[in-house]
């Protein structure tokens, strides 16, 4: 059976995903979530009574295609995990995080909250990355020389 060669790796698509989703975070969710003033300590509205469900309808969506894109991808990498996983994990607590902000900025002190264990969770995963980095080199190493000796 022939195998069908793929156009694109696991790490290219999930990079592509990443920049995607923070330009897209960048260029229409902060701008909006700027314009429209969410609620925080010092006003107690939105600049509008529709706001929330506009930025959940702008946000939501892209957030959901995200994590998908990267749930499909993401046993699928082999090289350089080390930076793959911490730059995934990154966005996804900050992405995470921006989810509350439907219900009011006050929320942030959640967010502050949470920040040690992301730290902690993002030193464990670093570790986890290299160990399968390297994991990954020595058997790469192995079929090299089982092949040389052939």
């Known amino acids: 059976m022939l195998k069908k060669k793929k156009k694109f790796g696991a790490t290219t698509k999930i990079l ?12 229409v969710a902060f701008p909006f979530l700027a314009a429209n003033q ?8 939105w600049a509008y ?27 699928d990498i082999q090289h350089i995990r080390w930076l793959i996983y911490p730059i995934i994990f990154i966005v996804l607590f900050v ?3 921006m989810l509350f902000f439907v219900f009011s900025m006050i929320i942030l002190w ?3 909250l949470t920040i040690p264990l992301g730290l902690a969770a993002l030193i464990i995963l670093e570790v986890f990355a ?6 990954n080199s020595h058997k790469n190493a192995e079929n090299k020389n089982k092949i040389k000796k052939s």
């Not at 702008?58 to 499909?72: G, M």
């Open 16 to 27: 592509v995903s990443t920049i995607l989703f923070i330009l897209y975070i960048s260029f």
């Open 38 to 45: 969410p609620p925080n300590e010092a006003t107690s509205q």
């Open 49 to 75: 009574s529709a706001a929330p469900l506009h930025y959940a309808l702008l946000y939501f969506p892209a957030f959901a295609l995200y994590v998908y894109s990267i749930c499909k991808n993401i046993l």
């Open 95 to 97: 992405g995470a995080h």
């Open 110 to 112: 959640f967010c502050i």
């Open 130 to 135: 290299i160990h399968l980095d390297i994991k």
